[in-house]
């Protein structure tokens, strides 16, 4: 019997989004209060008695909370995990990431070569042509909206007024994630092409008003960094993982050589980051059973680790 907690912890608790496997419709929540220790998984099923969905990829959350399931073709909207979703979002091709400007909101899309405007009340209001694949956002000012096109490796500037492209600047092979440091820059991270035409990733830091490219590091061939996360607030650490999890201060530049937390065997596949600066990292072993999460202090040293869903890939905190 799953026991469904009545309120969430402020600062204690976290969810975390398990992908699941692509066709399998085996996606779900797992909500953990991690001073105490308790933990409820298939949380979403349990509350609206109906699967979440198929593959997880991402989230957003402002005073609600969005759920992009990619391969069901629609976004889930709630106002905290505990609470009955609304009526899914639906009209996409395959929705990868929303994001939220002064304009509304947006969502990228795998194979509709379109970023998807949607109005207040959550409503297909304009399909703008991207050819490609659009991936992570990032808002700029207050009518600007950077979106990474990892089919044709290049960073794209939206106006959200005109819903129109004004620039682009080319950048690494497979630009995924994106975020803003505390000096207003861009930190765009690009996984590179696997198998068989296989290239190195790289990070690229970039001024946003003329994405001017200020910095960038290539990793070699075989390496494929993922999960760009920085720290919130102070926005002053980059953290990725590649062979564990890595992080940098955002105004040195310095690419560490080496993870500060190896994978040590194990499968580090989502990558989340407290307030504290606390870090969250998950195994998703085989693909098939059910993933591990750690979490970690500061410095490195492992705090706790919990069995949650099927490939945990995300992490909500509260």
């Given at each position: 019997?799953?026991v469904?907690p ?16 692509f ?32 593959v ?21 909207r ?86 129109q ?16 440091d ?12 696997v ?34 996360q ?89």
């Amino acid at each position: 019997m799953i026991v469904i907690p009545d309120f969430l912890s402020p600062e204690e608790s976290v969810l975390v989004l398990n992908e699941g496997n692509f066709q399998w419709g085996n996606s779900s929540t797992t909500l953990i209060n991690f001073k105490t220790g308790e933990l409820t998984n298939n949380l979403f099923e349990s509350l609206n008695s109906r699967p979440l969905g198929d593959v997880l990829n991402s989230f957003y959350k402002d005073e609600e909370l969005f759920l992009v399931l990619n391969n069901s073709q629609k976004i889930e909207r709630m106002k905290d995990p505990l609470t009955i979703a609304h009526s899914p979002i639906e009209g996409f091709q395959s929705p990868r990431y929303i994001a939220k400007s002064n304009q509304g909101y947006y969502v990228t899309d795998l194979y509709s070569n379109k970023l998807y405007h949607l109005n207040t009340s959550f409503q297909i209001q304009n399909e703008i042509p991207l050819v490609g694949w659009g991936e992570q956002m990032q808002v700029w000012g207050s009518n600007q909206l950077l979106v990474c096109n990892l089919t044709s490796n290049f960073l794209m500037k939206l106006n959200t007024e005109s819903d129109q492209w004004i620039d682009s600047v080319q950048v690494g092979d497979s630009p995924r994630n994106i975020v803003l440091d505390s000096q207003n820059r861009i930190w765009v991270l690009c996984e590179g092409k696997v198998y068989p035409n296989e290239s190195a990733g790289s990070i690229w830091c970039i001024n946003p008003d003329n994405l001017e490219v200020l910095f960038s590091h290539t990793f070699t061939t075989t390496s494929h960094p993922t999960r760009l996360q920085i720290k919130p607030l102070s926005n002053d650490t980059i953290y990725y993982l590649l062979n564990g999890v890595n992080r940098f201060s955002a105004g040195s530049f310095d690419i560490p050589s080496s993870p500060y937390i190896p994978e040590n065997g194990r499968l580090f596949y989502g990558l989340g980051v407290e307030l504290s600066g606390n870090i969250w990292v998950s195994d998703a072993k085989d693909y098939v059973q059910q993933g591990d999460v750690y979490r970690f202090n500061a410095v490195g040293n492992q705090l706790s680790k919990y069995q949650v869903g099927i490939i945990p890939s995300g992490f909500v905190f509260y």
